[in-house]
C-alpha cells in the first residue's frame, strides 16, 4: 500500500443540526448561494427551515434552483452565473448528491473564465484541473453519494450526452452539515438507490483495488452488512429515524476516502453506467443496481478469490477453496437478490436502455477513460468487447 489521505471537511451530524446552518455558515461568507434541486425541499419544509436559520444569523442568499437528477453543465454554468451577478461568496448545497455535485462544480466554475466543461474528465488530453472554489457547505437530504464528504462531482452534459466526473482538493466540502431527519420523506424507491449507490461505492473498491488491504477488506465488509441491514428498515418504514440515521452514516463513510484508502481500484461499474444515464437520463442508482452484479459474474471469472471471500464473510457461505467459483457466484446471486428485495431493478429490460446500442455505450465509455492500452481500468481492466459481454448479460 502506498497512499495519502486527506479530508479537510468539518462533519457535523445528528438529528435537528439543521437549525446549526446559519452559525456555521456565517464562518465562510456573507452572502450565500442556495442550492436546491427539484422542488422537494421547499414542498416538506426544509428550505423555509434552513433560511429561517441563515436569517436568524444574519446572513442573506441568492438561490439556483432545479438541479436535475443527472446535473447538466448548463445548469453549473447558470448558478456560477447567479452567485457572481448576486455578489455570493460561499455555497450551500441543499439536496442530494446531483445538487451536492453541481454546487461543488459552480463553485469552481465561480473563479474559471472558461467552459467549466473543461474540469470534467472526458477524454480530453489534459482536463482544467480546478485549484480554487468558493467554499461549499453539503446539507444532505439523501443518504446515498457521500458528495457531502468528498472532493468529486459527477456531471453530464446533454448537447454530447457525455457524464463523467472531476476531482480536486479544492472541491471538498468546508462543512457538512448532515441531519438524518431531513432523509425521513425520502421515497420508497429513492431510499433504495440510495442504499444501492452506497454499497456500489464500496464493492467497486473492494473488487477493483489492490491486493492486501484486510483493514479496508473488514471496512468495506461492515458497512455493507450495516446497509443490509438498516437498508431494508428504512426502506419498509421511511419514518425509521434511526434506521435512517444508519445509513445516512454508512453513505458517507462508503465514499468520504476512509473505507478505500490505499486501495486505489478503479470505478468501471460507474464508468459503464454514466454513459447509459447520459444517454438515457435514467437514475444513476438503478443503473448500477443493474450494471454491479452483472460485472461481479464477468470480474469473478478472472479473479474468483475475492468474491469467494465476499460471498463467506457477508453471506456466510463455505468455500472449497479461494478458487471456488460457484460459491463466489452464489454470493454475487444473493447480492442481487438483496437489491431485487429492496426494490431495485437488476435487468436492463426494465430501464429505458436501447441494446442495439451497446456497441457505442462501449465505445463511449471508453472514449472518457482509458488506460494506456485502450481499456477501462479495473480487475480486470476491460476492453469494449468485456463491456458489451456486460451489458448482454445484464439484459
Not at 472526458?122 to 444532505?140: E, S, Y
Not at 445509513?247 to 461499474?269: E, H, R
Not at 454475487?332 to 457505442?360: A, M, N, Q, Y
Request: charged share 20%; net charge negative; aromatic share 8%.
Amino acid at each position: 500500500m502506498n497512499f495519502e489521505f486527506y479530508n479537510p471537511t468539518h462533519l457535523i451530524f445528528g438529528t435537528g443540526k439543521l437549525s446549526h446552518l446559519g452559525d456555521v455558515i456565517s464562518t465562510y461568507g456573507k452572502k450565500a448561494l442556495l442550492v436546491t434541486g427539484g422542488g422537494s425541499v421547499k414542498r416538506n419544509g426544509t428550505f423555509d427551515r434552513a433560511t429561517a436559520s441563515l436569517e436568524a444569523a444574519g446572513m442573506s442568499f441568492a438561490e439556483c434552483d432545479g438541479v436535475e437528477p443527472n446535473p447538466r453543465i448548463t445548469t453549473v454554468k447558470r448558478g456560477a452565473r447567479i452567485a457572481r451577478d448576486q455578489g455570493c461568496d460561499v455555497i450551500i448545497a441543499l439536496g442530494g448528491g446531483s445538487t451536492m455535485d453541481a454546487a461543488k462544480v459552480m463553485a469552481a466554475a465561480y473563479y474559471y473564465d472558461g467552459d467549466p466543461w473543461d474540469m470534467i474528465h472526458h477524454g480530453q488530453p489534459r482536463p482544467h484541473v480546478p485549484t480554487r472554489a468558493l467554499p461549499v457547505i453539503t446539507v444532505p437530504t439523501l443518504a446515498a453519494t457521500g458528495s457531502e464528504m468528498n472532493m468529486g462531482a459527477v456531471i453530464s452534459n446533454e448537447q454530447t450526452k457525455e457524464k463523467s466526473f472531476v476531482q480536486a482538493p479544492c472541491l471538498y466540502p468546508k462543512a457538512a452539515l448532515v441531519d438524518p431527519e431531513l432523509t425521513l420523506s425520502v421515497p420508497r424507491d429513492q431510499t433504495a438507490y440510495g442504499v444501492c449507490d452506497l454499497l456500489t461505492h464500496v464493492t467497486e473498491a473492494y473488487f477493483n483495488g489492490v491486493d492486501a488491504t484486510p483493514l479496508q477488506d473488514r471496512f468495506a465488509e461492515g458497512v455493507i452488512l450495516t446497509a443490509m441491514e438498516w437498508g431494508p428498515k428504512a426502506v419498509a418504514d421511511g419514518r425509521d429515524l434511526e434506521a435512517r440515521t444508519q445509513v445516512q452514516w454508512a453513505s458517507i463513510v462508503a465514499l468520504n476516502g476512509w473505507v478505500n484508502a490505499g486501495t486505489n481500484g478503479g470505478f468501471p461499474v460507474h464508468m459503464i453506467e454514466h454513459t447509459l444515464s447520459a444517454y438515457h437520463d435514467i437514475t444513476h442508482a438503478a443503473g448500477l443496481a443493474v450494471i454491479n452484479p452483472s460485472w461481479m459474474r464477468f470480474a469473478a471469472r478472472h479473479r474468483s478469490d475475492k468474491f469467494v471471500q465476499f460471498a463467506e464473510r457477508i453471506f456466510g457461505f463455505t468455500a472449497k477453496g479461494t478458487d471456488d467459483l460457484d460459491c463466489a457466484l452464489q454470493g454475487i446471486d444473493r447480492f442481487e437478490d438483496f437489491l431485487k428485495s429492496i426494490g431495485c431493478p437488476t435487468r436492463l429490460s426494465e430501464l429505458p436502455v436501447d441494446d442495439s446500442l451497446f456497441t457505442r455505450y462501449a465505445q463511449d465509455t471508453l472514449r472518457v477513460l482509458h488506460d494506456k492500452k485502450g481499456r477501462l481500468p479495473g480487475r480486470p481492466p476491460m476492453s469494449e468487447n468485456d463491456i458489451i459481454e456486460v451489458l448482454k448479460a445484464a439484459r
